[in-house]
């Protein structure tokens, strides 16, 4: 098992992983691309999310 990560460094990755943290060189279709496909993995029909 790796290791457990502090508040903060789970609080980073989060923005982070959110294209929250910096700027990024994406266009917006890779951008939403990429954040509904984390959106997707909740259980729920993400559909009604768009």
Request: glycine residues 4%; aromatic residues 2%.
């Amino acid at each position: 098992m790796g290791e457990v990560l502090s508040r903060r460094a789970l609080n980073r990755a989060t923005l982070d992983r959110q294209l929250l943290l910096r700027r990024t060189a994406m266009d917006p279709a890779e951008a939403v691309e990429h954040l509904v496909g984390l959106q997707t993995q909740v259980p729920h029909n993400h559909y009604t999310q768009l």
